[in-house]
């Protein structure tokens, strides 16, 4: 990180550091697990080992156990073994490992957690995983021209938002943590400054490899959105970054072919695939309600299912879906306060973000284009709440310090002073 952009101090490297580990610091420092293995033992044979059967503590959070869990075992024991990890033939139906894109055996964080046991393995990836969205964060939102402060701010508020909390044991979660060096890249890139591409390219295989290609499709969006915005302008070397761009797109895919072109070999043979052929509402938001824009301003207004509140009773309702598009009161309000002080670019932010929470909510028109995009109409919309988490983090380090760049359009020699940039 350091080697590529030098303006992220060590400080907030340590710092960053410290906040990665002390949020999984239990699970990392003890026997406990932050995955729910308790849901184990509500299935046969582990159920049979017990006096008295149990109840697990969050319900919900069944993917990890049966999941993520034995599909990260199989990829480690494969590939400890020196073996590819091509097939799943413990399964009793057999399933591809490769094929399956959960698996995600070349997924560069689990990678380097392989001489760990699979289930303390995961928690470090994750671990990993939320300090890469703090150092990406940050670097993007300086090189926005957000001060230590506000890029500090921001990165806190999209790594710590419900979205990349709640789906931090899943690929969506692994996924989303790539997003910020993937928007930066792409302006880097389009200013010709150092390490643009190797970046881009870098931070996009990683975000390729970890595993949810449907998050991969909506990253591959919003770099769309931010490349358009970058063409507008008078700015030459257009065609030179239209060019660089496709490069790096050609290169990522090589990365990836490994993990893409059998996930898209076996995509048509799925369970998912039949499902959305046969009724493609079945993954789609419900149509929106006041009940479904509420966990904007608090993620759990409808229950928690660790505390036992939660009742699933909202049509097509699921928790993660619900809760995961929750940055932070605070940050919502810098947020706005930033639109409306400073307009501009952090106006547009917001109201790009605004037009993703309206697709992941079902609002009409916003929906309607999604629909519309030719191989995205089968997408769950509703994880577009991950651009609306990251245009609220975005906008907010940009928004905190509106007071210090009011100052510097009123009085810009002593703003140029205070920030060292003009001698006393």
């Not at 057999?94 to 094929?99: H, K, N, R, T, Y």
């Not at 990678?111 to 964060?137: C, N």
């Not at 931090?168 to 010709?192: I, K, Q």
Request: net charge positive.
């Amino acid at each position: 990180m350091r080697w590529w952009r030098r303006e992220v101090s060590w400080r907030a490297v340590g710092g960053y550091l410290i906040l990665a580990f002390a949020f999984h610091a239990v699970p990392l420092a003890t026997p406990a697990s932050q995955a729910a293995t308790d849901l184990a033992y509500v299935h046969i044979p582990w159920k049979e080992t017990l006096a008295e059967p149990v109840t697990p503590k969050n319900p919900t959070l069944s993917d990890v156990p049966l999941q993520m869990l034995p599909f990260r075992s199989l990829v480690r024991a494969r590939l400890l073994a020196g073996e590819a990890p091509l097939w799943a033939h413990e399964l009793g139906t057999g399933q591809p490992l490769l094929g399956n894109a959960q698996s995600a055996p070349f997924a560069p964080l689990h990678l380097l957690a392989l001489p760990r046991a699979p289930l303390p393995a995961l928690t470090l990836a994750v671990a990993w995983q939320m300090l890469v969205a703090l150092l990406l964060m940050h670097a993007l939102l300086l090189r926005l021209g957000a001060g230590g402060a506000g890029a500090a701010f921001g990165s806190i508020a999209f790594a710590l938002s419900s979205y990349l909390v709640a789906w931090a044991y899943h690929p969506l979660g692994a996924v989303a943590a790539w997003l910020p060096g993937v928007l930066l890249g792409v302006a880097l890139l389009r200013h010709g400054e150092r390490g643009g591409f190797a970046g881009l390219v870098a931070c996009a295989t990683a975000a390729t490899l970890a595993g949810h290609p449907e998050s991969l499709a909506n990253t591959a969006l919003a770099s769309a959105a931010v490349t358009a915005a970058l063409l507008v302008g008078r700015e030459p070397g257009r065609l030179r970054f239209l060019a660089r761009l496709a490069a790096a797109a050609v290169l990522t895919f090589a990365f990836s072919a490994p993990a893409l072109l059998p996930f898209v070999a076996t995509l048509s043979e799925s369970e998912r695939w039949e499902a959305v052929r046969r009724n493609p509402r079945i993954v789609q938001p419900a149509l929106p309600s006041p009940a479904t824009l509420l966990p904007v301003v608090q993620p759990l207004v409808h229950g928690s299912p660790r505390e036992g509140t939660w009742t699933g009773r909202l049509p097509r309702s699921n928790f993660n879906e619900l809760c995961t598009v929750w940055a932070g009161l605070a940050a919502l309000a810098f947020a706005a306060a930033g639109a409306v002080a400073l307009r501009g670019r952090v106006l547009a932010i917001l109201l790009a973000g605004g037009a993703a929470l309206g697709a992941a909510l079902h609002l009409t028109p916003f929906y309607d284009l999604m629909e519309a995009i030719p191989l995205l109409e089968h997408g769950a919309h509703g994880r577009l709440r991950l651009l609306w988490v990251l245009a609220v983090a975005v906008a907010a380090g940009l928004g905190i310090e509106a007071e210090r760049v009011q100052a510097a359009y009123e009085d810009p020699a002593h703003w140029l002073i205070e920030e060292g940039k003009l001698p006393v």
